[in-house]
């Protein structure tokens, strides 16, 4: 099993900055690719940015340029740095995670629970 603990969402004004973090534990051997998505009222879950264990990332256009996620692999832990932050970014934002719990290339994927982030203009 994989623990995901998030924090750092809130209230900020347009044009404000968070950042959210996401640290992994639990009994896995490595986590593979790590990622933030969001969900705003009434529409569905979007993905805003991935990062490979190597550090490769993939970023949604709508936040290209303003969010940067990145990751600290000796704690396990993603990071996304939310700067320039408009009303519409307000959402639930979740981490996932691709844990790998034996030698082989099967690998699970982990939810976090979600933090709030809200954008007021």
Do not use: H
């Not at 995901?4 to 973090?21: D, F, I, K, P, T």
């Not at 932050?85 to 939810?111: H, S």
């Amino acid at each position: 099993q994989v623990q995901l603990v998030e924090s750092g969402g809130g209230l900020v004004q347009a044009g404000g900055s968070l950042r959210l973090s996401c640290a992994a534990s639990g009994s896995f051997r490595k986590i593979n690719n790590m990622g933030w998505y969001r969900q705003a009222p009434g529409q569905q879950r979007e993905l805003v940015a991935t990062i490979t264990s190597g550090g490769n990332t993939n970023y949604a256009d709508s936040v290209r340029g303003r969010f940067f996620v990145s990751r600290d692999n000796s704690k396990n832990t993603v990071y996304l740095q939310m700067d320039s932050l408009k009303p519409e970014d307000t959402a639930i934002y979740y981490c996932n995670v691709y844990a790998v719990f034996t030698t082989t290339i099967l690998q699970t994927l982990y939810w976090g629970q979600g933090t709030q982030v809200t954008v007021s203009s």
